[in-house]
């Protein structure tokens, strides 16, 4: 039923999107499971709605086991919301293998950890909604942010796969791709060491390109909008496969993107970010 109360885990729920989420859903009524790794010892919210757990999306045991909890608990799960993430600065060159190891832990391999953990028992009642979280830089690659672009443009592809290997059994895949918002994940990015050094060949293009996409995330939508937006997806009854979330402007580069020859819109990018064509 469309409003009918689900078992609904919201990784990376102790900020940003995924607190958001966690708190406007069960706002709702649904029955929600918030998993954190700073998350000291299980809590319940929201008017007993919203149980926090401990998981770090990193390690398997401990993903297993809040999974394993949970099915416990509800003897089922409705919607995974796999928000756990990341953010990381620096050009590629700049950034060390293993920072790049760090970031796809936690943004690729945590949440395939998270969606294998939960398909057996999706597949299992044959039905069942993941949320896979990339972002409009899962789309475009962005200066300095190329790591960053690279874990969502992973995401993409899993996401895709997933989609048509679960459908049979009555499985959605979404995977929705925001924009800028003004959330606790601009202060959190982790800066590449070599980029941030004085003696970088890109010192001066990287702090521009960083000044400006923190100002756009800055005076990006709250969170709150990907919250409604969420708790719509999971409401509706024909569910596409994607949705961005942000400004008409953002949207529309993705568009732009696809009729612009590639190097034209490069040069546009690039300007945009980093003042240099």
Known sequence: MKDASKVILVTGATSGFGKATALYLAGLGHKVYGFGRSVESTSKEAGGNLTMMRMDVDDSASVNDAM?????????IDVVLAAAGLGLGGSVEDISIAEAKALFETNVFGVLRTVKAAAPAMRKQRSGLIVFVSSIGGL????????????????????EAMSMELR????DVVIVEPGDFATGFTANRVKAAMSEAPDSEYKETYKRAMRNIEKDENSGYKPDVFAIALS???SSRRRKLRYMIGSPLQKSSVFIKKVLPAR??????????????
Do not use: C, D, H
């Open 68 to 76: 394993g909890a949970v099915l416990a608990a509800e003897g089922r």
């Open 168 to 171: 049979p059994f009555g499985v």
């Open 140 to 159: 475009i690659g962005l200066p300095f942010q190329g790591m960053y672009s690279s874990t969502k443009f992973a995401i993409e592809g899993l996401a």
């Open 232 to 234: 719509r997806i999971i």
């Open 264 to 277: 034209l819109f490069e040069r546009i990018m690039g300007w945009y970010y980093t003042g240099s064509r």
